[in-house]
């Protein structure tokens, strides 16, 4: 008997089914594109504070070489003991084991500031605070146009101390720094006072030491004080090590050190003591020397990289109002800016100033000894504090507008005030 087929409608089980998988699917696949991609933020994710702008990208360094350098030659030393042969060849070396510390042009040569005080405490009851200030002011100073900055007040050489300390600094930070190519020496009482001025190292590329001087001075008159050996920039090479040793052998790590006192005063008719002196060396060296030293010696006196303070400071208001007037007339530098483009508004700024009221770029209290306090007589009881105060401040001044603030009087260095939008386009909106 045949068997008969029975037919039966389709069922809707399995389509149904599979409806519900793909729309199960479909709803998963628009979570995880939501999650992933937030196209929504505001509504599911919470604002990161700690991050709320991109960073800046960060300088990386090249890791240290594992090729050997003159770092392994125990023959190389620091101090002023080990002559120093082949540096040029020794750093030139190193910079190509290290190409991220390679320099371009002049203008972009690393620069390395040094200054330092003594070891210990200052005997003069604001002589630590003044000294704090001093050093706060060459690190904005070094801040602004990317130098580094060391201080020191460890004595290097327990002879050669006062003046002559800084010669040991010197020549210990050239070997600890071959990426510098200019170390700038500055004197703990000289102050900044012209926070965007740049030294022109472009005028320097055939020189290696530049100090601040009178040639009439040194070669008609045969002065101490043709130059300044406080303040000076010397280029990190072998003439300036060879330089250095010659120097140093004019002081008290000399065994000819009482013998160079009694050359240097005969020589230096001005010279009043008898010890042989940095500076009086140093101006020996150019008069006596000139081939073989002076001719890569630049003295400077264009602009002050040396300004003896009684003859600055109580022009500094008068040039602070010219800076304000010029301001006033030209809107564009009045513009508020980040710290790190100083340098570009610095720039700006050189078409609207005049060299007749341009501010000082260094000012430099000699004979003030602000940390011992053993000023010299002829100057006020308190004429060398006060006028350190003001200069500090009117160059704190340049800094803190960067910040929004400024000291109304520059004789308080602890009373700021806020500055307006557009200062100093009306004096009235200074909010006092």
Same mark, same amino acid.
């Given at each position: 008997?045949?068997?008969?087929?029975?037919?039966?409608?389709?069922?809707?089980?399995? #389509?149904?089914t599979?409806?519900? =998988?793909? /729309?199960?699917?479909?709803?998963l696949?628009?979570?995880?594109?939501?999650?992933?991609?937030?196209? /929504?933020p505001?509504? !599911?994710?919470t604002?990161?504070?700690k991050?709320?702008?991109?960073s800046a990208?960060?300088?990386?360094?090249?890791? $240290?070489?594992t090729?050997? @350098?003159f770092?392994?030659?125990p023959?190389?030393? *620091? @101090?002023m003991d #080990?002559?120093?042969?082949d540096w040029?060849?020794?750093?030139r070396e190193?910079l190509k084991n290290?190409p991220a510390?390679?320099? +371009?042009?002049e203008?972009e040569?690393?620069?390395l500031v040094?200054t330092?005080?003594q070891?210990t405490p200052?005997?003069?009851?604001?002589g630590?605070?003044? !000294?704090?200030? !001093?050093f706060?002011?060459?690190?904005? *100073?070094c801040?602004?146009h990317? *130098?580094? &900055?060391f201080y020191?007040n460890?004595?290097l050489?327990?002879k050669?101390?006062?003046?002559?300390?800084?010669?040991?600094?010197?020549?210990g930070?050239?070997v600890?720094h071959?990426?510098?190519?200019w170390?700038?020496? &500055?004197?703990?009482?000289a102050i900044?006072?012209?926070?965007?001025?740049?030294?022109p190292? $472009?005028?320097?590329?055939d020189?290696n030491l530049?100090?601040h001087?009178?040639?009439?001075l =040194?070669y008609?008159?045969k002065s101490?004080v +043709?130059?300044?050996?406080?303040?000076f920039?010397?280029?990190?090479c072998?003439?300036?090590?060879?330089f250095?040793?010659k120097?140093?052998?004019?002081?008290p790590?000399?065994?000819?050190?009482k013998k160079? +006192?009694?050359?240097?005063r005969?020589?230096?008719?001005?010279?009043?003591?008898p010890?042989?002196d940095?500076?009086? %060396?140093?101006v020996?060296l150019l008069l006596?020397?000139?081939?073989?030293?002076?001719?890569m010696i630049?003295?400077?006196?264009e602009y002050f990289?040396?300004g003896?303070?009684?003859e600055?400071?109580?022009?500094?208001?008068?040039v602070? $109002?010219k800076y $304000?007037?010029?301001e006033r #007339?030209a809107?564009e530098?009045? #513009?508020?800016?980040?710290? %790190?483009?100083t340098?570009?508004?610095?720039?700006?700024?050189e078409?609207h100033?005049s060299a007749?009221?341009?501010?000082?770029f260094i000012?430099h209290f000699t004979?003030?000894?602000?940390?011992s306090?053993?000023?010299?007589?002829?100057y006020g009881?308190?004429?060398?504090?006060?006028?350190?105060?003001?200069?500090?401040?009117?160059?704190?001044?340049?800094?803190?507008r960067?910040?929004g603030?400024?000291?109304?009087n520059?004789?308080?260095?602890?009373?700021?005030?806020?500055?307006?939008?557009d200062?100093?386009g009306?004096e009235?909106?200074l909010l006092?």
């Amino acid at each position: 008997m045949a068997k008969s087929v029975v037919q039966t409608k389709p069922s809707n089980l399995g #389509r149904e089914t599979s409806f519900c =998988i793909a /729309f199960a699917t479909a709803i998963l696949m628009f979570c995880a594109l939501w999650i992933f991609t937030d196209p /929504f933020p505001s509504l !599911l994710s919470t604002p990161n504070q700690k991050n709320c702008t991109e960073s800046a990208q960060i300088l990386k360094m090249s890791q $240290e070489s594992t090729d050997k @350098t003159f770092y392994d030659d125990p023959k190389v030393g *620091y @101090t002023m003991d #080990r002559p120093m042969v082949d540096w040029d060849e020794k750093r030139r070396e190193w910079l190509k084991n290290h190409p991220a510390f390679g320099s +371009g042009s002049e203008t972009e040569a690393r620069v390395l500031v040094l200054t330092g005080s003594q070891p210990t405490p200052c005997k003069n009851p604001v002589g630590d605070y003044l !000294l704090l200030r !001093l050093f706060k002011n060459k690190v904005d *100073y070094c801040r602004i146009h990317g *130098y580094g &900055v060391f201080y020191n007040n460890a004595i290097l050489n327990p002879k050669m101390r006062s003046f002559w300390a800084k010669i040991p600094v010197v020549r210990g930070a050239m070997v600890a720094h071959p990426e510098v190519e200019w170390i700038f020496w &500055v004197d703990s009482d000289a102050i900044f006072t012209d926070m965007e001025f740049k030294v022109p190292l $472009e005028r320097y590329k055939d020189h290696n030491l530049v100090v601040h001087g009178w040639p009439n001075l =040194i070669y008609e008159k045969k002065s101490w004080v +043709g130059v300044n050996a406080g303040i000076f920039l010397i280029r990190n090479c072998q003439w300036s090590m060879d330089f250095l040793e010659k120097w140093a052998s004019m002081g008290p790590n000399s065994p000819e050190y009482k013998k160079w +006192g009694k050359i240097l005063r005969s020589t230096l008719k001005d010279k009043l003591f008898p010890e042989s002196d940095d500076q009086s %060396a140093l101006v020996y060296l150019l008069l006596k020397e000139k081939k073989k030293w002076g001719d890569m010696i630049y003295v400077e006196n264009e602009y002050f990289l040396h300004g003896y303070w009684r003859e600055i400071v109580g022009k500094l208001d008068g040039v602070d $109002e010219k800076y $304000e007037e010029a301001e006033r #007339r030209a809107p564009e530098l009045r #513009r508020r800016h980040a710290e %790190a483009v100083t340098e570009s508004f610095a720039a700006a700024r050189e078409s609207h100033v005049s060299a007749g009221w341009r501010r000082p770029f260094i000012t430099h209290f000699t004979g003030c000894q602000p940390c011992s306090g053993q000023q010299n007589p002829e100057y006020g009881e308190n004429s060398c504090r006060v006028e350190m105060e003001r200069a500090l401040n009117f160059a704190d001044n340049q800094v803190l507008r960067n910040y929004g603030f400024r000291h109304p009087n520059v004789k308080d260095g602890s009373t700021v005030r806020p500055l307006p939008f557009d200062f100093p386009g009306d004096e009235s909106d200074l909010l006092i």
